[in-house]
């Protein structure tokens, strides 16, 4: 919270004071940090530094099992990487809180039947109760995969996501998971999550990607021709069908998208991933560590790239095409002519509603680095 300081800034800080006595003394101590009386950004201090305009505490570290608008190591990882995997049963290994919250909270739209052969809408949880704090819930988590195994048999893999429990009481979620994959003669792979882990999303970004390096690549022969201008879609989640936008661009140009991570992906386009040319990093925070594997392992080269709008999206697709070359740089020119005049439409049609007006654009994910600074617009 902030007040924006006029002259009567006294008024404000009253108004605070109000506020915080309702609240419990301890509590009030607490919460006075996150409430201020804004300055104007042209004042300065007694050193004569230049105060700033809101000097709330609020960039600090989540607290493991509170819910925050931050996330966790378990979020970065069941809720971004594994979840989108449509043909995956992910787990969520602990109490059902997590595993509730996580459900269905982003729009990673998929193409297939939910509950036949694809599972990104529905939540599968192990439930823990006292007695499996206290005994452990290994046996839990087998009898958990033999029921998926039973009821949605054309499954392709199970994740385990560990919450928060599992690592404080020391489940051996990578015994079980060897186990249970010799059983059913399927992927399983154990995600040592735990939201205490991390105190944001990031740490289960990188942990999930390791999986992925540990688990995934290289575990199973695969039959798969690869192609010279196969090209992996990492770090797209599909929100809303972003990602299928992009795939229809990059396979007019002349590529083929033999993978797509993770929004609409299946299993097998993770594990022929090390089979492309090039990869290409839509979100660089969540998915930069495994493309750095596959580049070191396999020489596969990496480059970002930006399909916020229409001057990006060309600079964009000639940087790419340019990796190619001249064959597909020739068929890229033509695609970008081709939609040039639909987009000259659409900003004819709202240059001049919007010409000469402040923007605020209130985005999350990798958006604000590829809108913003590109688009030079004032977001805050």
Known sequence: MSLEYENDGALHAKLIEEVLSQYPDKTAKRRKKHLNVAKSGDETGEEGEVL???DVK??????????????????????????????????SHGPVGCGQYSWSQ???????????????TMQFTSDFQEKDIVFGGDKKLEQIIDEIEELFPLNKGITVQSECPIGLIGDDTEAVSRKKAKEIEKTIVPVRCEGFRGVSQSLGHHIANDAIRDWVFEKRDIEFEGGPYDVNVVGDYNIGGDAWASRILLEEIGLRVVGNWSGDATLAEIERAPKAKLNLIHCYRSMNYICRHMEEKYGI?????????????????????????????????????????LVDEVIAKYRPRL????????????????VSQPTRTSVW
């Open 355 to 370: 010409e000469g007006n402040t923007v605020m654009l209130y985005v999350g994910g990798l958006r604000p680095r590829h």
């Open 301 to 341: 080269a990496w480059m970002e790239y930006n399909f916020f709008g229409p001057s990006q999206i060309e600079a964009s697709l000639r940087k790419i095409a340019k990796h190619f070359g001249p064959e597909i740089e020739e068929r890229t020119e033509k695609v970008i002519a081709k939609y040039r005049p």
């Open 106 to 120: 982003r729009r990673n739209y998929y193409v297939g039947t939910t509950g036949i052969d694809t599972f990104g």
């Open 58 to 91: 609020s960039n600090i570290k989540s607290i493991p099992g509170v819910m925050t608008i931050r996330g966790c190591a378990y979020a970065g990882s069941k809720g971004v990487v594994w979840g989108p995997v449509k043909d995956m049963v992910h787990i």
């Open 52 to 54: 700033s305009e809101c």
